[in-house]
């Protein structure tokens, strides 16, 4: 839908909107189209300037119409001539119209259309710029109106026809004693009848008179702030609300006093800690000598839409950060693949126990550690698939608990509590691993001074009316508490935990990237966290993984000894890899391991080779290169030109969507980077080495 978007100024025009003005411009467009109700700017001569998609919905204007530029008499037209305004003379109705545009005086009406539709209709002039139009659908309150009045026309007939037969029946008064009592009955029963109705629906429903004491409230309205429907009846405004929020609702009131109906939204804290938020109506009463006498009150639980947008704006983050780090793992692959090979290659040459290999075996573990590193990254992203087990959560959190010891300092005591029976997550082990460190590791700097660390591991079962509220499908699962008695965190932090690159810690002390791996890691198990803190009194970080049934177990056949079969290549390895000094790197694990080696830059060079050299036994080759051929197209072409040909795809981009079209292939692909014996296990795999049992009568 286009906007008026700001445009930058002519020269010697105003001066150039900010990026963080139109940001906000951006925001407030947004905003106008999450509102239910239809809004529409015009300027003072006067012509649309924005709008949002609800006046689309409700008034069925054609898209190609509404754009910045059109003229208020063009709307008014097309409504006169499709019958919005009844029937008449189309240029006197568009007159009549046009005539109450430009007065630029407050108005109020409603509209029945002829779809049915019943639209409420304000206009607000903007001094000396124009004025702003909103619709409202209120075609569903009439009715209810209606409804109401309907009842109460009939209750009033059937108490006139038992008037008229008391009258006309004195000789019978005691059965009209009793048919007035069966009556006031049915007057009861019916204000019950419209009570438990008003009780029922999903809206927060009450009245108020003009000194702002409540004279009227429905269940809900009354539970929402803890209350009943007969305690809240008496009570002002201020002492339902309380001190902090009363002056927010006084000045919606104050406006809603002048005549005009207001929405707002407001959020208070209950007394177990939650924020919920409210979106709220106030509609005054106006008596016929046009006094305020009262307002009413409809309002609506807006904790769940909250949560949602919280959601989405999170998930949002994450998914920037994901392609920020997939974008950058092909790269650090590659140069992770030439610093361990040749770190390898080195300790390969020097004599064992040296010193030269006391300061060689740190380095490959560092790097090792940084394609770990990698890994761990486009997992919380979701760039990677995790590879999840049914995993015993108490036997790995026992195990871990002498790795935490270490990582602590000596004055932090660390305690489990584990269950009685064996619980079984469905978790990627080794990511459970991660989280549970990076959180001991938080409540180590959240306890400089020494505290205590635990550790508690419970069953959990999510019930129906709660899982769409913590969004999780209903079922048994595995809670996991861990709980330090550190510095805590302030509440006003906590929404932004999970947030990437968000720390609380001194600058230089944290990436603010270990919360929102936990968070990546968790929602990607199918689970959901969230964090509990009090400021000096320590802080609990709580999540739920998918239950699962504990793993059978197959006995290995007894005599089977495997034992891999060597296979003596008929001719070389073809490598394919754009980066020489990678390409170096694999040749030498490749003739370490035996194998001959001829090399291709690109795609181009290598199937050139193909076509020419009919003894090339393996093909191992790089899945995205540049030039007209990748690694996918040369696979493709060596299967149509040698089916048999074992292949072996590698690549250094760790994202699975980089890998598309691979899986159609059936070709196995090695991620970089890796060591020379993964490369020689991988290539045994697509050489058919075979797993046997030696005969020992066998010569």
Known sequence: MLRNTPTPPAKGGPPKLSSQELRRYDLLLAGLDLLDQAIAVFDATPKLVTWNKAMLRLLDFPEKMVHVGTPFEEFARFNAERGEYGEGDVDQLVAERMAAARAFLPHYAERARPNGKILAIRGVPIPNLGFVSLWTDITEQRRYEDVIQRQNAELEARVKARTAELENANARLAQAHAEVDEIAGALRRSEERLKLIIDSIPALIAYVDRDEIYHFANRGYAEWFGLTKDAIVGRSIESVFGAALYPLVAKQLKVAATGERVSYEYSRKLDNGRTVHARSVIVPEVSAQGEVVGYFVLSSDITEQKASQAALVQAQKMEAVGQLTGGLAHDFNNLLTIIIGNLSELKSKLPPGGAAVEHLDPALHAARRGAE???????????????????????????????????????????????????????????????????????????????????????????????????????????????????????????????????????????????????????????????????????????????????????????????????????????????????RIIRLQLTALGHPVIEAADGVEAWSLIESIAEIAVLVTDTVMPGAIGGRELVTRTRALRPRLPILMITGYASDNALTGTAQLDVPVLRKPFDQDTLAASLAAILDVPATTEDPTSL
């Open 373 to 583: 590193l990698i890994k761990r990254l486009l997992t919380f992203s979701r760039g990677q698939g995790l590879e999840p087990i049914a995993v015993e959560v108490g036997a790995l959190v026992l195990n871990m608990a002498q790795l935490l010891s270490r990582s602590l300092t000596e004055n932090i005591r660390l305690q489990t509590r584990l269950p009685p029976m064996p619980l079984h997550a469905f978790v990627d082990p080794h990511q459970l691993e991660n989280a549970l460190l990076n959180l001991a590791l938080n409540a180590r700097d959240a306890m400089p001074d020494g505290g205590s660390l635990t550790i508690a591991i419970g069953e959990r079962h999510i019930p129906e009316s709660l899982a769409m509220l913590i969004e999780l499908p209903a079922g048994d699962y595995v809670q996991i508490d861990v709980t330090d008695t550190g510095c805590g965190i302030d509440a006003k932090l906590l929404p932004r935990l999970f947030e990437p690159f968000f720390t609380t810690k001194p600058f230089g002390q944290g990436s603010g990237l270990g919360l929102a791996m936990v968070y990546g890691f968790v929602r990607q198990s199918g689970g959901n966290i969230r964090i509990r803190s009090t400021p000096g009194s320590g802080t609990t970080v709580t999540f739920v993984l998918p239950r699962t049934v504990a793993p059978t177990t197959v006995a290995p056949a007894k005599g089977a000894s495997p034992a891999l079969r060597g296979r003596q290549n008929a001719g070389p390895v073809l490598l394919v890899e754009d980066e020489p000094e990678v390409r």
